[in-house]
């Protein structure tokens, strides 16, 4: 987790760190941050700064710049000695030296911001996340096997940030609306449509059985339920509108920040509530390994046999042979989430409706652990979708083009072949689409 202190140093530089208590679990805390700037005219800038941690973690510790006073951060930090990087040990007088001469393009300026940002790697991950540490990584399709869209592969470095294990259940999402419903003036019924409050029908959230047969969320006229069965399973049939409001909703019941402007559909990115991840952070939460420092077209095993190498045992597709394959025609052929997690399964447990009495799954788990990123639900983004996007993202935290008329969904889903299911694969659709094939994840800054 972050520590947040704003202090102005020499040339009209700041520096600083950034704190939330809402996770108060031994957060780090960067304080008494000073600067200076040496006087033999280099453009070398002294920082020091305390490190404190109610735990004693080790804490990665990095240093990021903006050129528009904070709004963004797009400047690289490249060359910068001393107390940086992983294993840093609480303390104090700590010290940074940053040659400022290799990353600023041009003199210092009022606009210029440095932030000091400290992660334990541990405090910041709420209940059902997993945690995605600050670095590089090579983000679109290194094999050429999709269309323009998905090139060309590029360099995108992300702060640390956490997404969800899962994809959102129907359980989760049921829950959602009742705690909605039950505030007053958040959403209304007509016709079985979830909408926003007052809105009339401009922004749908999600579907109910009594608007669509595909849908598994129930409503007698006071609560919401679910198809019995279908607890534990994606959520489907939630628009774009219906995903972010989720994430308010659950920002609210935690008592963490809004990330969301519900009257013009804007994020928030520094403040640390609930949101959809950016294109950025659902690809390298899903496809990336660090270790080995590659993308990989599934995220969780072997690519040798390319895009078509995926199987049964390892994700929900179409025709991927699984015990959920069948059914009625009406009945979406999702997974409940995890399914694909190294277990062996039983029919009386799970109650699927093909006719194998066990099914051998092997655990589809990316890197950093989330699971079903391959199929399933394709998965709700924050991002506009543009196709030519990737030729001018910038280096990093990247949150999209600035506007656009679909949202960047990832991931593929039941009904779609392996080759859509890959990790560099991306689709759309509109902000108002609500489909048996869609559902999302929740994503949290830090």
């Known amino acids: 987790m972050k520590a947040l202190l704003i202090r102005r140093a020499t040339l009209a530089l700041a520096i600083f760190a950034v704190s939330d208590a809402a996770w108060a679990n031994s957060a780090p805390v960067v304080s008494n941050v000073t600067s200076s700037q040496r006087t033999d005219g280099s453009k070398i800038v002294d920082i020091r700064y305390n490190l404190s941690d109610a735990d004693g973690d080790p804490c990665t510790v990095?240093?990021?710049?903006?050129?528009?006073?904070?709004?963004?951060?797009?400047?690289?930090?490249?060359?910068?000695?001393?107390?940086?990087?992983?294993?840093?040990?609480?303390?104090?007088?700590?010290?940074?030296?940053?040659?400022?001469?290799?990353?600023?393009?041009?003199?210092f300026g009022s606009q210029?911001?440095?932030?000091?940002?400290?992660?334990?790697?541990?405090?910041?991950?709420?209940?059902?996340?997993?945690?995605?540490?600050?670095?590089?990584?090579?983000?679109?399709?290194?094999?050429?096997?999709?269309?323009?869209?998905?090139?060309p592969v590029h360099a995108v470095y992300l702060s640390p940030y956490?997404?969800?294990?899962?994809?959102?259940?129907?359980?989760?999402?049921?829950?959602?609306?009742n705690w909605a419903y039950a505030q007053g003036g958040l959403i209304t019924v007509t016709s079985g449509v979830v909408y926003k409050?007052?809105?009339?029908?401009?922004?749908?959230?999600?579907?109910?059985?009594?608007?669509?047969?595909?849908?598994?969320?129930t409503w007698n006229g006071s609560t919401f339920g679910i198809t019995s069965?279908?607890?534990?399973?994606?959520?489907?049939?939630?628009?774009?509108?219906?995903?972010?409001?989720?994430?308010?909703?659950?920002?609210?019941?935690?008592?963490?920040?809004?990330?969301?402007?519900?009257?013009?559909?804007?994020?928030?990115?520094?403040?640390?509530?609930?949101?959809?991840?950016?294109?950025?952070?659902w690809e390298k939460a899903s496809g990336w390994d660090p270790v080995q420092e590659r993308h990989y077209r599934f995220g969780e095993h072997t690519d040798g046999c390319g895009y078509n190498c995926l199987d049964g045992q390892r994700a929900n597709y179409s025709n991927s042979g699984d015990p959920y394959d069948f059914g009625s025609v009406y009945d979406p052929k999702t997974t409940p989430v995890g399914f694909y997690n190294g277990a062996l399964h039983y029919k009386v447990d799970f109650g699927w409706p093909g006719s194998a009495t066990s099914y051998q799954t092997q655990n589809a788990q990316s890197y950093y652990g989330c699971y079903d990123m391959s199929g399933n639900v394709w998965e709700w983004c924050n991002d506009w979708y543009l196709s030519t996007y990737y030729s001018s993202s910038p280096g990093s935290n990247p949150t999209g083009p600035g506007s656009g008329t679909c949202r960047v969904l990832r991931g593929g889903c039941w009904a779609y072949n392996p080759d859509h299911c890959r990790s560099a694969n991306h689709n759309t659709n509109t902000l108002d689409g609500c489909s048996l094939t869609v559902g999302f994840r929740v994503a949290a800054g830090t």
């Open 62 to 107: 990095s240093v990021q710049a903006s050129d528009d006073a904070g709004a963004t951060w797009t400047v690289p930090i490249t060359a910068v000695t001393g107390a940086v990087g992983s294993g840093i040990t609480p303390g104090s007088g700590k010290h940074i030296v940053w040659n400022s001469a290799t990353d600023l393009p041009e003199a």
């Open 112 to 151: 210029y911001k440095v932030r000091v940002c400290a992660d334990d790697g541990q405090s910041s991950v709420p209940p059902g996340m997993v945690f995605v540490p600050a670095g590089e990584f090579q983000m679109g399709d290194p094999w050429s096997e999709g269309l323009s869209g998905e090139r």
């Open 162 to 177: 956490s997404i969800d294990t899962y994809e959102v259940t129907n359980q989760q999402y049921a829950d959602g609306l």
């Open 197 to 217: 409050y007052n809105s009339g029908t401009s922004y749908p959230y999600c579907d109910t059985t009594a608007s669509s047969m595909y849908s598994r969320i």
């Open 229 to 281: 069965g279908k607890e534990d399973h994606p959520m489907l049939r939630v628009s774009w509108y219906g995903s972010v409001a989720f994430c308010n909703w659950r920002s609210a019941m935690e008592g963490k920040p809004l990330c969301y402007d519900l009257s013009t559909w804007t994020c928030n990115f520094g403040v640390a509530g609930y949101r959809l991840p950016t294109e950025a952070e």
